[in-house]
């Protein structure tokens, strides 16, 4: 019989799992039904702590926005930024 494959380490392991998309949850579920040590670790407070952390969204500067002019089928698209005071910079 072959011998069984060496088992990661957990620390290996987590920063694989941490490194999953923040946008499609089901990998973390999928990876929680691997076996009873993976879920233990993807259900951890400190890995979803981490999790949160890795993939915190950047700061929204602003949006486009389009707008309609007079009844023409006529649109300008502008930038809004997302913050109207000052930075410490601009100060």
């Known amino acids: 019989m072959a011998p069984l494959p060496p088992v990661l380490m957990e620390v290996l ?6 490194r999953f998309p923040a946008d499609d949850p089901a990998r ?3 990876a929680a039904l691997v076996c009873k040590q993976w879920c233990r670790l993807v259900s951890s407070p400190g890995f979803r702590r981490r999790f949160h952390e890795f993939h915190r969204a950047p700061p929204l500067l602003g949006f486009l ?27």
């Open 13 to 18: 392991v987590e920063e694989i799992v941490l």
């Open 65 to 91: 926005s389009t707008v309609m002019v007079d009844d023409r089928d006529v649109h300008i698209v502008r930038f809004v930024p997302a913050a109207s005071c000052p930075t410490r910079a601009d100060q």
């Open 28 to 30: 973390l579920v999928h």
